[in-house]
């Protein structure tokens, strides 16, 4: 029904065609035209028939404005200062129709001016003669008047085409914000899993060799096989915080992810056999996120160390330093010849990440010994 997109002298959108209840319209002022064309006395066929067909191009008036226009002018020549009603009314709404939906800017002003010479025939001085100020007075207020209206429906059809492209843009904007916050909560997780089932489930695996290697001592069997279920237990407690804050508790307060915490993580890693040495200096007063943080930027790099590195010794130091929370881990060359981790692993590139969100600095490279190195500092203002 209703097309859109056509573009206006200026570009901006003109509707070629109205909603239905305008056609309706049209259709009923044609219908009046045709009784007036039909109805009048005194005239040749040919000139009703010139009447009716100027009365049924009001209809075409919205969808070919200029050659609408175009033509009614050219009956107001035909006229030759005898105008009828039927050429006036048409010259009105043809007139508004060409300012409101003409699609090419300077022919739609050509067309008009020629048509308003047509309607004002200023040759017929005889016309004129008899009463010339009522004759420029009724020109006057029926070209301003059809102007004005064809420009009032324009700026109409303009801003109902401006407030539908920002509702678009808008709703299109939000679809993208409503992908990226859900990209964003998707890494987010993925990141959680990574951080809580990771090392937990490294911890189970070195555990599981040390089992496989203590056949001929059943108390290093046994005492091992209790680590795998601690681990595992702790792996169940773990996800189970997450899965409630997914549906919708808040497992914050029962957090163990916090600098008080690492204590007891250096010793879970000190049952493994490896060799660990925890400094902590707690300012005081963290944020939550900024001691989670920390506690997963420790994990990492120990379940790293334990994974490519077996049997190196192990530092982690926390302390603050010019506003900023200093976290530093260290180890040295393994025992047992591994690949290094190259720093943009999934678990140390996304720690990275969220370390800058909160405009910290993040470095993960290789010692010269042969040893990784952890650092991260973490604004605490």
């Known amino acids: ?25 049209d ?49 107001q020549v035909r006229t030759l200062g005898t105008e009828t009603v039927v050429e006036l009314i048409s010259f009105i709404v043809a007139a508004q129709a060409l300012v409101a939906y003409g699609r090419s800017g300077r022919l ?24 010339p100020v009522g004759r420029i007075f009724v020109c006057t207020a029926v ?31 939000q679809t993208a914000q409503g992908a990226r916050v859900r990209a964003e909560e998707r890494n987010r997780l ?12 490294s911890l189970i695996a070195v555990e599981a060799g040390a089992l496989a290697v ?4 059943p108390a290093a069997r046994s005492s091992a096989a209790e680590r795998i279920r601690a681990n595992a237990r702790q792996a169940l407690e773990e996800l189970r915080q997450i899965v409630a804050v997914l549906d919708g508790g808040d497992a914050a307060d029962r ?26 200096s707690e300012p005081g007063g963290l944020r939550d996120d900024v001691e989670r943080l920390t506690f997963r930027i420790v994990q990492e790099a120990l379940t790293n160390a334990l994974k490519y590195a077996p049997g190196a010794d192990l530092s982690v130091t926390v302390a603050e330093a010019a506003g900023c929370l200093s976290v530093a881990v260290v180890n040295g060359p393994g025992d047992v010849s591994a690949a290094a981790p190259a720093g943009g692993g999934r678990g140390l590139h996304g720690l990275s990440e969220r370390v800058r969100r909160l405009d910290g600095g993040f470095q993960a490279g290789p010692t010269p010994d042969g040893g990784f190195r952890v650092v991260a500092r973490i604004p605490i203002a």
């Open 1 to 25: 029904m209703a097309r859109v997109d056509e573009r206006g002298e200026r570009g901006e959108p003109v509707k070629a065609a109205g909603p239905p209840w305008m056609l309706l319209c």
């Open 27 to 75: 259709l009923a002022v044609s219908a009046a035209l045709v009784v007036m064309a039909l109805q009048e006395t005194g005239r040749s066929p040919l000139w009703r028939a010139s009447e009716v067909a100027l009365a049924l191009s009001v209809t075409l008036r919205r969808r070919f404005p200029i050659a609408v226009m175009a033509f009614v002018g050219a009956m």
């Open 108 to 131: 739609r002003w050509i067309v008009l001016g020629v048509a308003v010479v047509a309607f004002i025939e200023p040759w017929d001085g005889d016309w004129y003669a008899v009463d």
């Open 143 to 173: 070209v301003v008047g059809s102007v004005a209206l064809g420009l009032y429906e324009r700026s109409q059809h303009t801003l109902r085409a401006s407030l539908a492209d920002r509702a678009e843009l808008l709703a299109r904007e």
């Open 190 to 201: 993925a990141a959680e899993l990574h951080d809580a089932l990771g090392h937990e489930i």
């Open 214 to 217: 203590a056949d001929g001592d």
């Open 255 to 280: 957090s163990p992810f916090t600098l008080a915490g690492l204590t007891t993580l250096a010793e879970r890693i000190r049952q493994t056999g490896a060799r660990v040495r925890l400094t902590v």
